[in-house]
């Protein structure tokens, strides 16, 4: 399969998350507050995420180049790099948080902690904070990073970087799903690898959701 019909192909899913995520949006609305609180939920995003790598690994032939599953060039720049992007996304997010109210509008996170869900909140914040960050990264900072990069570097960079914020079928969280991808897509231009990038998507998505039952 040449480079043209996987970008094509990849252009296209993408698109597709798009439409199906505003979509579902604006027929369905917001989820319920107490979403991760229950085992069916994180089941339900499990079989999503399969599908999604399934397709994303499928249109990579299962290469690890073009997915940029590698050691990064050096992980001390690497992890160097990392930390300083993520304190750059999370006070860039809390900013615009203010304003925009980015986290309320997706939903997901609930306003207190319920002890006896302890069993169903651990299994969403495994599917959230650690098989997200891998599929995603893999998705957008690495197969769709790779495919785009020959056009420009930073065309690739704001592109998906774009795309991945679009994804999520927000309108006030886009500007700062915009910057997280943007920002994670730099990182995945300067280390050659989307393991660093992996961590730092790990990282925040976990904080938040340990922040929203804590304080």
């Not at 996987?6 to 995520?21: C, N, S």
């Not at 579902?24 to 999503?48: C, F, W």
């Not at 060039?73 to 990392?82: I, K, M």
Request: net charge positive; glycine share 12%; hydrophobic share 55%.
């Amino acid at each position: 399969m040449s480079w043209a019909t996987r970008r094509v192909l990849w252009l296209g899913f993408v698109g597709a998350l798009i439409a199906l995520a505003y979509a579902s949006r604006a027929t369905v609305g917001k989820p319920d507050p107490d979403v991760l609180y229950r085992y069916s939920s994180a089941a339900d995003v499990g079989v999503q995420y399969a599908i999604l790598l399934a397709v994303v690994v499928a249109i990579a032939g299962a290469s690890r180049q073009l997915l940029a599953a590698h050691r990064p060039r050096s992980w001390g720049r690497a992890l160097r790099l990392a930390a300083g992007i993520f304190v750059a996304i999370y006070i860039a997010a809390a900013i615009l948080d203010h304003f925009l109210q980015a986290g309320r509008e997706q939903g997901l996170t609930p306003s207190h902690w319920e002890p006896a869900h302890a069993g169903q909140y651990a299994a969403n914040f495994a599917m959230i904070a650690f098989v997200g960050p891998v599929v995603e990264e893999l998705t957008y900072r690495g197969l769709g990073y790779t495919l785009l990069e020959g056009w420009g570097r930073w065309l690739a960079i704001l592109t998906t970087g774009l795309l991945f914020g679009l994804s999520h079928g927000l309108v006030e969280g886009l500007p700062v799903l915009t910057i997280f991808g943007i920002g994670l897509a730099w990182l995945r231009s300067r280390v050659g690898s989307v393991y660093p990038g992996m961590v730092v998507h790990s990282v925040f998505n976990g904080l938040a959701l340990i922040l929203a039952v804590t304080i």
